[in-house]
Nanobody
Framework: QVQLVESGGGLVQAGDSLRLSCTAS????????MAWFRQALGKERDRIAR????????YYADSVKGRFTISRDGAKNTVYLQMDSLKPEDTAVYYC???????????WGKGTLVTVSS
């Protein structure tokens, strides 16, 4: 069984930065693709970033491209989301997900809240 735990969320002002972390237990991180999703209140959950097993291929949604960076540290079983130039519209609960491929990510964290004030 794989458990994912997000951390690093909080309340910040527009233009600030945050770094989210997602640490996995129960299985080596190196065998999983990882992704970050977010869900704002009353809205659908959106995929905002993903990274492949080796960390050599990444994807970003247009809404965060150029501002967010996903990375992974296999030795620490951790994936990160560096968020810069935060905007109020980035306010959401952020979730990490993991699985053997982008199309198969059965493991999810419980989320961490990011609130960006204007």
């Amino acid at each position: 069984q794989v458990q994912l735990v997000e951390s690093g969320g909080g309340l910040v002002q527009a233009g600030d930065s945050l770094r989210l972390s997602c640490t996995a237990s129960g299985r080596t991180f190196s065998i999983y693709a990882m992704a970050w999703f977010r869900q704002a209140l009353g809205k659908e959950r959106d995929r905002i970033a993903r990274i492949n097993l080796s960390g050599g291929s990444t994807y970003y949604a247009d809404s965060v491209k150029g501002r967010f960076t996903i990375s992974r540290d296999g030795a620490k079983n951790t994936v990160y989301l560096q968020m810069d130039s935060l905007k109020p519209e980035d306010t959401a609960v952020y979730y990490c997900a993991a699985g053997p491929s982008i199309a198969s990510m059965p493991y999810w964290g419980k989320g961490t809240l990011v609130t960006v004030s204007s």
